[in-house]
């Protein structure tokens, strides 16, 4: 089986007994697909690249990943994340922080998955009476400075602050990159949400990127399902799998605090970092510049709630993920995972939040 650009981990492949080869290169044609396939021979193909065209995979069980299915063969299907829910989730997270405008940075390629998210963010910031600027990226060929000025450029003419949802992770960079140019404050006045909450990206930013999470396992395990069924001579009852977010993941990209309490957000991104691993409060009051009750009045002050309010937060949204269906984890696991020394613990959490 070769997959096309997107590795799969490993453990799931184990599952099913597929021997998998990775082609991590970015094919552009057919005839660079044709030849890759004449050289592995393989049962079937996992595709990642919605610009080649469906019918160089006719002769194989092929799941084509975030494009339509644009062939009736039964031995093809898709999955797809679900457009509207990712923009739901940006729309949601980026309305509560109270902003002056919202904007959308697409790809520098049309895509039509960026084409989506758009059309239904717009729709929803329209439907709460907020108007949308998308970025539009020059005709012209511009070196990686000039394009970056450019986009600075455009930034900077919106009303701030400014919410930017960016069509993934990469393009959030893109856009970090462009408020460093002319000095921009993220998040006092652009605050920038990603998607793909790829953590070698959104942890090595600075400030760290906010970022909605894709349901990557559950993704993965269903193209291996639809394989299996496939090879099995079953074709699935559906050949189109819709895969929705598993939610924003706050980072320091839009952490708005109305004083510039550095205290605070150093404190919130240590919260993040660390509230699995056996922090408390105490160790959180620890790192303010004044006594424990002091800081808790600042950190209060700022959010809204307590320290150890934003600890819970932090693993609830860590058992939330861990208890999603399909992932098989055992319970113990689950709570050591969530920060907890027991499964009765991650219980009471997640049935005092329903």
């Given at each position: 089986?070769?997959?096309?650009?997107?590795?799969?981990?490993?453990?799931?492949?184990?599952?099913?007994?597929?021997?998998?080869?990775?082609?991590?290169?970015?094919?552009?044609?057919?005839?660079?697909?044709?030849?890759?396939?004449a050289f592995w021979h393989p049962d079937g193909?996992?595709?990642?690249?919605?610009?080649?065209?469906?019918?160089?995979?006719?002769?194989?069980?092929?799941?084509?990943?975030?494009?339509?299915?644009?062939?009736?063969?039964?031995?093809?299907?898709?999955?797809?994340?679900?457009?509207?829910?990712?923009?739901?989730?940006?729309?949601?997270?980026?309305?509560?922080?109270?902003?002056?405008?919202?904007?959308?940075?697409?790809?520098?390629?049309n895509e039509l998955w960026s084409q989506m998210r758009e059309q239904h963010f717009v729709h929803i910031l329209g439907l709460n009476g907020h108007g949308l600027g998308s970025y539009v990226y020059p005709r012209k060929h511009l070196t990686a400075l000039k394009q970056t000025a450019h986009l600075a450029d455009w930034l900077a003419s919106l009303p701030r602050p400014v919410g930017v949802f960016a069509a993934n992770d990469t393009v959030a960079v893109n856009v970090i990159a462009a408020c460093g140019h002319l000095r921009l404050k993220i998040p006092q006045d652009v605050t920038v949400l990603g998607v793909d909450n790829d953590e070698s990206i959104c942890e090595a930013t600075r400030p760290t990127l906010s970022s909605i999470a894709t349901d990557d396992i559950n993704a993965k395990l269903a193209e291996n399902k639809l394989l299996d069924m496939f090879f099995s001579g079953n074709p699935p009852p559906c050949r189109r799998i819709i895969i929705k977010p598993l939610g924003v993941v706050r980072r320091?990209?839009?952490?708005?605090?109305?004083?510039?309490?550095?205290?605070?957000?150093?404190?919130?991104?240590?919260?993040?970092?660390?509230?699995?691993?056996?922090?408390?409060?105490?160790?959180?009051?620890?790192?303010?510049?004044?006594?424990?009750?002091?800081?808790?009045?600042?950190?209060?002050?700022?959010?809204?709630?307590?320290?150890?309010?934003?600890?819970?937060?932090?693993?609830?949204?860590?058992?939330?993920?861990?208890t999603l269906p399909f992932r098989k984890l055992l319970r113990d696991e689950i709570a050591t995972l969530c920060g907890y020394s027991s499964w009765s613990s991650v219980h009471r959490l997640l049935k005092e939040t329903q």
């Open positions: 089986m070769i997959r096309a650009q997107e590795p799969i981990l490993a453990a799931i492949d184990d599952q099913y007994g597929f021997s998998v080869k990775t082609a991590d290169v970015n094919l552009c044609t057919a005839e660079e697909v044709e030849e890759l396939l193909c996992i595709v990642n690249n919605d610009r080649l065209p469906t019918e160089v995979f006719t002769n194989y069980p092929t799941v084509f990943n975030h494009r339509i299915l644009e062939t009736d063969n039964p031995r093809h299907a898709a999955i797809v994340f679900d457009e509207k829910a990712v923009a739901e989730s940006a729309a949601h997270h980026l309305l509560s922080l109270d902003l002056a405008s919202y904007a959308y940075v697409p790809p520098q390629a320091a990209s839009t952490l708005r605090i109305q004083k510039n309490d550095l205290a605070v957000v150093a404190a919130c991104e240590l919260i993040r970092r660390q509230a699995c691993n056996g922090l408390k409060a105490r160790d959180v009051a620890a790192t303010f510049p004044c006594g424990r009750r002091m800081a808790e009045i600042r950190f209060r002050a700022m959010l809204g709630h307590s320290i150890l309010d934003e600890i819970r937060a932090v693993r609830l949204d860590k058992a939330r993920m861990a």
